[in-house]
């Protein structure tokens, strides 16, 4: 990972998406000393903004209004769509820089769009979540043009404690479905393995207790264990997004004609899950180890 930038000047920034990641992110850069304009669809979203930084009434005005735009939305298909809008404005000149988790090839042909349109685009998403977002500690995983990168070295160090440049448009959104796929597969994982060793006897703690060692004990075990033996599932990552971020790698391997055979099974207990999500209760990504409990008829 890289050290800080060592060169900092005000700039006027766009930030478009002020939900659970963008929210930090776009405070952290105004903590930093940056002039922000932000747009959320949500205005309540917004208007937490009031007094701190211009609030827009559409996408267009944020683009004409900055040098560098930050994207932080739920999908590619969004992502497509604003992008869409602010090369409607114009992007001569501007830095766009997408924070969300979004499909790589999707992200690619908007790099050249934006590129034969007189701008530049980095894939910049973001790892860790809504506390790290909030308190500057976010690791970001970029592609795009290193000359571009550098130049945008200080806002990143707003928002990160450490940040890392892995090549051509797209390569940011790799790492990140990589990331998201090994971390999501072993959620499912875990989410099995409590509900069946108790059913034949071995309890959650025993089991969380052997498995507890150097060779389990790493990040994604213990935020997502703990919970599965505590029966408290929330988590902060929804979800839908975790079926989002699956799809994703699902549409990579089909790219390939090479069947996902571990990211199938994590799909469908995340899809089983799914089935129990309301408009009024959205479920967390953890709640597959509620399911995991019901089908083995443990009641919670």
């Not at 990331?179 to 006897?201: D, E, I, T, W």
């Amino acid at each position: 990972m890289e050290e800080r930038s060592q060169y900092k000047m005000s700039k006027r920034v766009g930030f478009i998406g002020l939900g659970n990641m963008g929210r930090g992110m776009c405070r952290n850069l105004i903590r930093a000393g940056h002039s922000l304009t932000v747009f959320d669809t949500s205005a309540a979203a917004a208007e937490a903004f009031r007094g701190e930084a211009e609030i827009a009434d559409s996408v267009e005005q944020v683009g004409k209004n900055s040098e560098v735009i930050f994207l932080s939305l739920p999908n590619s298909n969004i992502v497509e769509k604003v992008v869409a809008q602010l090369l409607e404005a114009g992007m001569e000149g501007k830095i766009l820089m997408d924070t969300s988790t979004s499909y790589p090839l999707s992200t690619q042909k908007l790099a050249q769009q934006v590129k034969e349109a007189g701008g530049h685009m980095l894939d910049s998403p973001m790892l860790a979540g809504p506390e790290e977002a909030e308190s500057g500690d976010l690791l970001a995983v970029v592609g795009g043009e290193e000359e571009i990168y550098e130049q945008v070295g200080d806002l990143l160090d707003a928002i990160t404690h450490a940040k890392r440049y892995i090549g051509p448009s797209g390569n940011g959104h790799l790492m990140k479905l990589a990331v998201n796929y090994c971390s999501l597969s072993q959620a499912a994982m875990f989410a099995q393995v409590y509900p069946v060793m108790k059913r034949f006897g071995l309890d959650e703690k025993t089991v969380y207790d052997g498995l507890n060692n150097e060779i389990f004990d790493n990040w994604v075990f213990q935020f997502y264990s703990k919970r599965y033996v505590s029966h408290d599932y929330w988590c902060g990552f929804s979800l839908n997004n975790g079926i989002k971020d699956l799809s994703y790698m699902k549409r990579l391997f089909e790219e390939c004609n090479v069947p996902g055979f571990v990211l199938d099974g994590a799909l469908d207990l995340a899809r089983v899950t799914l089935g129990d999500q309301t408009p009024e209760n959205p479920l967390e990504f953890a709640d597959m180890g509620r399911t995991m409990y019901r089908l083995f008829g443990f009641k919670e």
